[in-house]
């Protein structure tokens, strides 16, 4: 079966530090990858997305970059953290190309100080 | 643009009584709809799905039903447990595989 792993579980940064947040999957090949940010009572936001090695797409500009350097990794990053970063980020990861349901993984609780 | 909402942000039942979980969709072009639950610090667990050519599918103990004329989405949990005690949403994903998601209703079981 399929899992998802991310980590760390809990970061706290300082501003202006830099940022690498990894997703791995496990039991799949070449699944499509997503990062989003949660807010406090507010929806997903889609950061990234890759449906292949090196391939990603950014749906909204911001602070942070994504790469994909294995099929089933995914790295979120920032060199300089701002405030506003802080939040709670979620991977997932999908395969097919259509009509098809996204997995999590238990995400990242990131505080900037 | 396009927009998932919930009708009712908060929800508290008794345990054992069903619950009835609401979600309104805008776009008719949408093909496939998701029901996620998550648990506090923990991501979304998918719990069930439904495609646009059914309006009924039945999981454990779950239900979901979609009616497409009203363009609304439910999800009715059967004989709800205090485990059931979580932030639901819905997912609505539309050609190109595009994802909306709802903001969530917070079901409280009392015990």
């Known amino acids: 079966s399929q899992t998802i792993h991310q980590w760390p579980a809990t970061l706290v940064q300082p501003v202006g530090s830099p940022l690498s947040l990894e997703c791995t999957v496990e039991g799949t090949s070449n699944p499509n990858l997503y990062w989003y940010r949660q807010a406090a009572g507010r929806g997903l936001q889609l950061l990234f997305y890759s449906v292949g090695i090196g391939q990603i797409s950014s749906e909204v500009p911001q602070n942070l970059s994504a790469s994909r350097p294995q099929d089933r990794q995914f790295i979120l990053s920032s060199k300089k953290l701002l405030l506003s970063d802080s939040g709670f980020y979620l991977c997932?990861?999908?395969?097919?190309?259509?009509?098809?349901?996204?997995?999590f993984g238990d995400g990242t609780r990131l505080s900037i100080l | 643009g396009e927009s998932v909402g919930l009708h009712l942000p908060t929800l508290s039942v008794q345990e054992g009584d069903n619950s009835i979980i609401n979600c309104a969709y805008s776009n008719s072009a949408s093909d496939y709809f998701i029901w996620y639950k998550q648990e506090s610090g923990k991501g979304p667990q998918f719990i069930i799905d439904?495609?646009?050519?059914?309006d009924k599918r039945q999981g454990q103990r779950v239900t979901v039903l979609l009616n497409k004329t009203v363009k609304h989405l439910s999800l009715q949990i059967a004989a709800t447990q205090p485990g059931d005690s979580a932030v639901y949403f819905c997912?609505?994903?539309?050609?190109?595989?595009?994802?909306?998601f709802g903001t969530g209703t917070s079901l409280t079981v009392i015990p």
């Open positions: 997912a609505e994903i539309a050609a190109g595989n595009q994802f909306y």
């Open positions: 997932a990861w999908s395969v097919g190309s259509e009509l098809v349901a996204q997995h």
């Open positions: 439904i495609r646009s050519n059914m």
